[in-house]
């Protein structure tokens, strides 16, 4: 399940837009930040896949965004 | 950001865009946010006369100019003179407003009418429809919260809505959440404080019940020993001491040698205490050598029955004195050499009785109540423990491939 483009609502949204507070799809993207050269300074991060997400090795339900390598547990 | 439009850099800009953080003359503003459904939700809002580079957020009756926040403090804050200015908030718009409309919520400005401005109004008639009630009903909270003085907010905003054709005018959307975060803050802390509470209570109660627990046999042997040596140590004592004080001890001298021989730990109890009496006298004196050995080692039992767990050590020290250890002399002479310093725990021995009995009549109660079963401490890290995947029972990192073999010790850990 992913995230729908908030303005077309037709296409899955890859960007999210912090000043518009709007996640887009790509058309959508560049319909709104290009017309515009105030639009085009927006700070715009990627979406991610929710199945790409590395998930937490423990709950297998959030996220997980920290690394430990090396670590071993110990005995 | 400055005092010309960030779009057009022709014309002095006036309103202040927060989505865009850009500082728009009014057409400029006009056009950049009719262009786009999104760019249309962005808050304008007026820009701060003084530095111009900051969205207003009064505007001073007194002064009749807008001020940010900064500005307003600066300017407001020193000199009671200044204090005590009325001051209004200035709302902010999305959308597409005409100047009509803009001119209606800002009342107190009267805007310049640009020669484009005009043509573009007949064109957009493009405006959102809802409207919000609750800026006035909470603005005045807003201010007294973030200001604590005197402010007047105009009322007539709400007569003038009703005449505008129905753009969104929203006050400042920073202050809105505050009001509510302060109260979803309290309410959480709330909330949280009675949960924490009776978490706490446990740790307490289970750490008294696992020391019980490991403890137990260990505690009773103690405390038996120690009743028994203890209870009789501190009679002697009490008796000595209702003579004459700590100076009746060494004071006396001839207490009989032949109560060191240690048939019983009463019977050494006693003579250790008649016996420190004997020392110092006996470094002075040439008392018969067998006399002061035993002086010495038994005042060695007196020192260490000062301390709680001196049971077990007690007991093999008097099976040393018993055999008469001549090894002990030149240790003990060492102790005794110096002035004695025995004479604080001396008193402190008689006294601990009232907090002993309260101590093990704590114990007693903390007995009943000890819980052997098993206990979950936390429901959460049940739940967590529950779900995680295990082999073999162990819990293992997801996604690792485990071929488990507990007897195959070539794994890394």
Known sequence: MRTICDAC???????????????????????VHLCNKLAGRHVRVGLANPSDVPRCDICENAPGNMQFPGYKPGK | MGYICDFCGDQPSLVYCRSDAACLCLSCDRNVHSANALSKRHSRTLLCERCNSQPAFVRCAEEKVSLCQNCDWMGHDASTSNSTHKRQTI??????????????IWSFFSQPDSAGESACEQELGLMSISENIENTSWDPTVNTISHNIAVVVEVNDDCNV??????????????????QLLDQAAGSTYTSLPKFCPQTKYPGLSEDDLYDDFNIDEVDLNLENYEELFGVTLNHSEELLENGGIDSLFGTK????????????????????????????????????DSV??????????????????????????????????????????LLMGEPPW??????????????????MRYKEKKKTRKFEKRVRYASRKARADVRKRVKGRFVKAGDAYDYDPLNQSRSC
Request: proline share 5%; hydrophobic share 30%; with cysteine.
């Open chain 1, 9 to 31: 609502e037709s296409a899955a949204a890859i960007v999210f837009c912090a000043a518009d507070e709007a996640a887009l799809c790509g058309a959508c993207d560049e319909k």
């Open chain 2, 91 to 104: 709302n902010s718009y999305s959308g597409c407003p005409s100047s009509g409309e803009l001119s209606s």
């Open chain 2, 162 to 179: 009703d005449k505008g054709s129905g753009w969104t005018r929203t006050s400042i959307p920073e202050h809105r959440p505050a009001p």
């Open chain 2, 254 to 289: 001839d207490m009989s040698a032949a109560d060191s021989t240690c048939q019983g730990a009463v019977a050494a109890e006693g003579s250790s205490i008649g016996l420190v009496n004997a020392i110092q006298p006996a470094c002075s004196n040439a008392a018969s050598a």
């Open chain 2, 293 to 334: 050995m035993s002086n010495k080692t038994d005042s060695i039992l007196y020192f260490t029955t000062k301390h709680a767990h001196s049971s077990l050590s007690f007991s093999g020290l008097t099976g040393e004195s018993s055999a008469g250890d001549y090894q002990d002399c030149g240790a003990s002479s060492m």
């Open chain 2, 343 to 360: 004479c604080p725990p001396c008193t402190e021995s008689s006294i601990p009785s009232a907090t002993r009995s309260d101590a093990v």
